[in-house]
């Protein structure tokens, strides 16, 4: 099938099936969350939610690695998802700083990509404790869906591996401002030597993405699934397109973030030719490394969805991210300047939301 042919289809039931579905399964967590009785975890929860739909949804383009909406699917990417933006507003929006407390918390991700009935006790250090099982809701429904998995048991090992370098990264990244950078240095330098072409803020921003997971999980779907294809796709998305995919994020982000005072991965390029040619190289080993997977047209659709939606957030509007935005765009295929056209006009029409780390 013609390559624009097949993203406008995939796009299309992206925007008209899969949408919807996410929506009611989002739906589904907030009516939970609203009845958490902990005030603090509750409000989390459910801004968790609110703000942060655009990583849902962006998440269940999986849902479509076949062909057909898959329900189940979405289903899970969607509690995983949920889990992991909760998580995120737990460590950075309620004033605790203990990497302990923040560790435990992340068992929630690890615990729902391990098909046994093992559940720890996520609140264990955290101040706040009572969320009405809320968490234990989510990383059951997770559990769930794996265990119908026929291929998961090969998959395993690497969901686990990207789950526990997700966790930890996300633990150390929200500890006191003046001792997380020394934190992250010390987790990625254990790593380092796999990724001697990384830095250590380009291996934490690759850690950073749930994209490698939820592929392994649609991959397991199938009965005849082999070792040789889940290594390549493992070396295609890490650390390429899951570091393309939160560099972006964070790329977008930057000038917000350093207002805040907020950690962000992209600030430490020397200077902005440096941010556009590591970009460039991610996007590059990206495609290259697409092309030689399985279904490849479908990663490329979701490489050129990745540039598409970060790059036409309206946050790229100043000059500079303006600039650095064309050039990526000119590096990839002529399709996704039309992808990233119907990105624009779908945020005019608010059917895509605002990126939100």
């Given at each position: 099938m013609h390559k624009h042919i097949y993203q406008s289809k995939t796009i299309y039931k992206f925007i008209k099936k899969v949408f919807p579905q996410v929506k009611k399964e989002l739906s589904h967590w907030k009516n939970y969350a609203d009845a958490i009785p902990d005030e603090v975890l509750s409000h989390q929860a459910i801004s968790s939610i609110q703000k942060k739909t655009f990583h849902a949804q962006g998440g269940c383009i999986y849902s479509l690695y076949y062909g057909k909406v898959n329900k189940e699917l979405i289903r899970f990417i969607v509690a995983l998802q949920t889990i992991s933006d909760y998580l995120d507003n737990l460590c950075d929006r309620v004033g605790v700083g203990n990497e302990k407390s923040f560790l435990q918390l992340h068992y929630a991700i690890t615990d729902s990509l391990n098909p046994d009935e093992n559940f720890h006790d996520y609140y264990k250090y955290y101040p706040y404790t009572n969320d009405g099982g809320y968490l234990y809701a989510l990383v059951k429904t997770c559990k769930n869906y794996i265990n119908t998995l026929p291929s998961f048991h090969l998959v395993q090992d690497n969901a686990l591996f990207l789950g526990k370098l997700y966790s930890e990264m996300q633990s150390y990244k929200h500890i006191s401002k003046d001792r997380r950078e020394q934190a992250l240095d010390a987790w990625a330098s254990n790593h380092l030597h796999l990724y001697t072409n990384l830095s250590i803020w380009e291996f934490s921003a690759a850690a950073g993405s749930t994209l490698g997971i939820f592929l392994l999980c649609t991959l397991s779907e199938n009965k005849k699934l082999d070792e040789i294809t889940v290594k390549k796709a493992m070396n295609a998305y890490f650390p390429y397109i899951c570091g393309l995919h939160i560099l972006l994020d964070y790329f977008i982000d930057e000038r917000e973030d350093l207002l805040e005072g907020d950690l962000n991965f992209v600030s430490y390029y020397q200077d902005d030719l440096e941010k556009e040619k590591r970009l460039t190289y991610f996007l590059k080993e990206s495609l290259s490394k697409a092309l030689h997977l399985e279904n490849s047209l479908f990663h490329i659709t979701v490489i050129e969805g990745l540039l598409s939606m970060y790059l036409s957030d309206p946050k790229t509007d100043f000059e500079v991210e303006r600039n650095i935005s064309?050039?990526?765009?000119?590096?990839?295929?002529?399709?996704?300047?039309?992808?990233?056209?119907?990105?624009?006009?779908?945020?005019?029409?608010?059917?895509i939301g605002h990126g939100s780390k």
């Open positions: 064309k050039k990526i765009l000119k590096t990839s295929y002529y399709t996704t300047n039309i992808l990233y056209s119907s990105c624009k006009l779908l945020r005019v029409k608010k059917i």
